[in-house]
């Protein structure tokens, strides 16, 4: 082992996680004041080339991920619906509540539809426009039947997790049953909106 590979090591995880938050830093503020962060950037980047080239950075580890969450029929009416299985958050204060929960290398991107063809649509266009990195879905009452759904995740190769609010197991048996999960690489249910958080840390890890 060299000498500026011991050194690296014993500052590694210091370095990485500086050199993550500058590069953030960067992305958000490159412009206001441009000419003083092009020189510390070059400088920066020298350093990360470095870094990168020693393999104890990672290209991954610089990047935005952008994560789509769809939510399916009714899921939009959250707070008036069933509120003793759903809860009394709104859509919209659950969103909120996940986007709290994010880390700065992830950027959310929110769909809701109560139309199966909507919600193909938008899957389909991570297929064709790479519009996201991964994919959250609670496909709602489709779960259950809508093999359309399923073809669709089958198209995009991009990480996917099924996410229902509620234990769909302990219900009704016809909701026991969901033709898309085995199209997921994981399904979580029963954690209530933090189930949205789960799913993206898990996708987080396995980046
Ligand atoms: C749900 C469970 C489904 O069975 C139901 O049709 C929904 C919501 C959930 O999040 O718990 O609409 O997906």
Excluded at 6 to 22: P, V
Excluded at 99 to 124: G, H, P, T
Aim: proline residues 2%; positive net charge.
């Amino acid at each position: 082992m060299t000498k500026e590979k011991e050194l690296l090591d014993d500052i590694k995880d210091e370095i990485k996680t500086l050199a993550c938050d500058l590069f953030k830093k960067y992305q958000k503020e490159a412009f206001k004041d441009g000419k003083n962060y092009v020189k510390k950037m070059e400088k920066d980047i020298k350093r990360w080339g470095k870094l990168l080239a020693l393999g104890e950075l990672s290209k991954k580890d610089f990047k935005i991920m952008k994560v789509l969450i769809i939510n399916g029929p009714n899921i939009n009416m959250l707070g008036i619906r069933e509120p003793d299985i759903y809860g009394k958050d709104t859509l919209e204060t659950i969103n909120t509540k996940i986007l709290s929960e994010m880390s700065e290398n992830v950027q959310l991107e929110f769909f809701q539809s109560n139309s199966e063809a909507e919600v193909i649509e938008r899957i389909q266009k991570i297929a064709v426009d790479k519009t996201a990195d991964a994919l959250v879905i609670n496909p709602a009452a489709l779960t259950h039947y809508s093999i359309a759904i399923k073809d669709a995740l089958k198209i995009i190769g991009v990480p996917k997790i099924e996410v229902h609010l509620s234990n769909i197991f302990s219900r009704e048996a016809f909701r026991h049953t969901s033709v898309t999960a085995s199209e997921c690489d994981a399904v979580i249910s029963g954690c209530g909106w933090y189930g949205y958080v789960l799913a993206i840390k898990q996708i987080e890890r396995k980046k």
